[in-house]
């Protein structure tokens, strides 16, 4: 069997044809067959550009909400959701111009991963806005307190005869009015103010050292996940 090698598929190298022919045996009588076997082997200069570096991005781009400010959470919130629908989105697309098959190929291992991290980077985000909010929840109650401040006096002392005042017999005896003031008048809305005049603001510095934390994390497993997925995919001698 001969083909024309300029005939090329956008997907898949040609690597060898072999032909063979043997005869089958049949209810209606012997025929004889034709075989043909090619052997096909992948571009990865295709799957690079069309899934893996659009995939690898997104990974790449779910990051930026660790260098947002705790407190951006509709930027931190729309990202993380954009990027895993986008991940989804892609695995969808792949699995049409695949042949589907009973067993999970590289593909499949690769944006389950990328899948895991994005969505990672979202429950991340989550737990720094919960962490973030606790200053505002839990913080003011503990601030906020009553205190009476009490001012006592007695009624004046009267004349009955004439029915006037004596001046200068006023003595302090019983609770006549108290006044109650708002303790956290003296602390910030989201933290404790010091006689410096400095915040102490304990959860959010907790949520933005997981964020820093993260920024150094996710792209050191990410990394570790490329090559451990490359070197054992690369390396797979083909059958």
């Given at each position: ?161 004439n029915n006037s ?25 989201n933290g404790i ?29 990410f990394t570790f ?15």
């Amino acid at each position: 069997m001969e083909y024309n090698e300029h005939i090329k598929m956008p997907q898949f190298n040609v690597i060898n044809i072999t032909t063979s022919s043997e005869e089958s045996q049949l209810r209606l009588g012997n025929f004889s067959t034709l075989m043909a076997r090619f052997t096909l082997e992948r571009v990865m200069g295709f799957y690079i550009v069309h899934t893996f570096l659009p995939s690898f991005l997104l990974v790449m781009l779910s990051w930026i909400t660790f260098w947002l400010h705790v407190d951006a959470t509709p930027a931190r919130a729309s990202l993380g959701i954009t990027t895993v629908l986008t991940v989804t989105t892609q695995v969808s697309a792949s699995r049409f111009t695949l042949p589907e098959v009973s067993y999970p190929t590289a593909l499949d291992i690769w944006f389950s991963g990328c899948l895991m991290f994005v969505f990672s980077a979202l429950l991340e985000f989550a737990l720094v806005n919960y962490i973030y909010l606790l200053d505002i929840r839990v913080r003011p109650s503990k601030q906020t307190g009553t205190k009476s401040v009490y001012a006592t006096t007695e009624p004046s002392s009267m004349d009955v005869s004439n029915n006037s005042f004596v001046p200068g017999e006023y003595k302090p005896k019983t609770d006549i009015f108290a006044v109650k003031y708002d303790s956290s008048s003296a602390a910030t809305k989201n933290g404790i103010a010091n006689n410096a005049g400095e915040t102490f603001k304990p959860y959010v510095q907790y949520a933005q050292r997981i964020d820093r934390i993260s920024r150094v994390v996710f792209p050191l497993l990410f990394t570790f996940f490329n090559v451990l997925f490359w070197s054992i995919y690369l390396h797979e001698p083909t059958n």
